[in-house]
């Protein structure tokens, strides 16, 4: 299986620029896309897409999310941060079966 | 706008099987594949396997084949988890969602499940 490896958690202050970082055991590139997607999960709700494909910012999502990377190394920048972005983010990739998950990186406020 | 409603709690006894359900508005789940995924209590994501409802063809991780069985109703737009043999270690909650081309563009609002005698 593909393994994800997420940082547990990522203290920040609100305004500031974050990075939340997976790496992934092997590529989930190929030529044409990287299927790396990015979720945000507050307590008590599903999670949210988004950013797709690596770099692709989902409809209705603030542009201060982006993403980017390739092969085994992505990250999901987040700038300027706001309160309402405080909530766990999950990186999943779905190149090889069986799709998996990373384990969530939770950002706290410093 | 999409919508997947999912059926209520669940509270099973060690042994038995419970069935989950959730039923998709604003989206023809024969044109995408619909996947379910757990979250144990304060734990991370886990992508248990998908159903393509169009030719009922399903993909489960080595982990959940024994334990799940993903079944689709087209005529009602509806997709079905079976949890088998249930134990404490299957309390989490159960999400159903969209993945027509990788990432899970939509989600239901999951479902607890309580294992306990």
């Known amino acids: 299986d593909t393994v994800l490896t997420q940082s547990p958690a990522l203290a920040v202050s609100l305004g500031q620029r974050v990075t939340i970082s997976c790496k992934a055991s092997e590529s989930v590139s190929s030529s044409s896309y990287s299927y790396m997607h990015w979720y945000q999960q507050k307590p008590g709700q599903q999670p949210k897409l988004l950013i797709y494909h690596a770099s692709n910012l989902e409809s209705g999502v603030p542009a201060r999310f982006s993403g980017s990377g390739s092969g085994t190394d992505f990250t999901l920048n987040i700038d300027p941060v706001e309160a309402d972005d405080i909530a766990t983010y999950f990186c999943q990739q779905s190149w090889n079966d069986p799709f998996t998950f990373g384990s969530g990186t939770k950002l706290e406020i410093k | 706008e999409v919508q997947l409603q999912q059926s209520g709690a669940e509270l099973g006894k060690p042994g038995t099987s419970v069935k989950l359900s959730c039923k998709v508005s604003?989206?023809?789940?024969?044109?995408?594949?619909m996947h379910w995924v757990n979250q144990r209590p304060g734990k991370g994501l886990e992508w248990i396997g998908r159903?393509?409802?169009?030719?009922?063809?399903?993909i489960y991780a080595e982990k959940f084949k024994s334990k799940a069985t993903l079944t689709a109703d087209t005529s009602s737009n509806t997709a079905y988890m079976q949890l088998s043999q249930l134990k404490s270690d299957d309390t989490a909650i159960y999400f159903c969602?969209?993945?027509?081309?990788?990432?899970?563009?939509?989600w239901g609002q999951g479902v607890m499940v309580t294992v306990s005698s």
């Open positions: 604003g989206y023809n789940i024969r044109s995408t594949y």
């Open positions: 969602a969209i993945a027509a081309s990788g990432p899970f563009d939509y």
């Open positions: 159903i393509d409802p169009a030719n009922g063809n399903t």
